[in-house]
């Protein structure tokens, strides 16, 4: 069965840095196109990156050149580097297959971005 687990969350002030893990198991994310998503409260889960197959990656407006995607398929692993954060990033953050979800659905990781 697969599993991905979300890990590296926390309380950072506004402008700071987080780095965010999401190992898999029971399937190769290599074979996957791989995205974070963030549900803040009351809002729906939306989508943030994807890195490709190939390593490409895409963000949304939101977080273009703050955020950074990147993959090591020998860990299994997908990371994603914040930077800059802001008030408005607070959510959970998840990993996924893009267009997912394929998996089932982690517990994510709560980022909160205050002073």
């Known amino acids: 069965q697969v599993r991905v687990v979300e890990s590296g969350g926390g309380l950072v002030q506004p402008g700071g840095s987080l780095r965010l893990s999401c190992a898999a198991s029971g399937s190769a994310v290599s074979a996957k196109n791989m995205g974070w998503y963030r549900q803040a409260p009351g809002k729906q889960r939306e989508w943030v990156a994807t890195?490709?197959?190939?390593?490409?990656?895409n963000y949304a407006d939101s977080v273009k050149g703050r955020f950074t995607i990147s993959r090591d398929n020998g860990k299994n692993t997908v990371y994603l580097q914040m930077n800059s954060l802001k008030p408005e990033d607070t959510a959970v953050y998840y990993c996924?297959?893009?267009?997912?979800?394929?998996?089932?659905w982690g517990q994510g990781t709560q980022v909160t971005v205050s002073s």
């Open positions: 890195i490709s197959r190939g390593s490409l990656a």
């Open positions: 996924n297959t893009v267009p997912g979800p394929d998996y089932p």
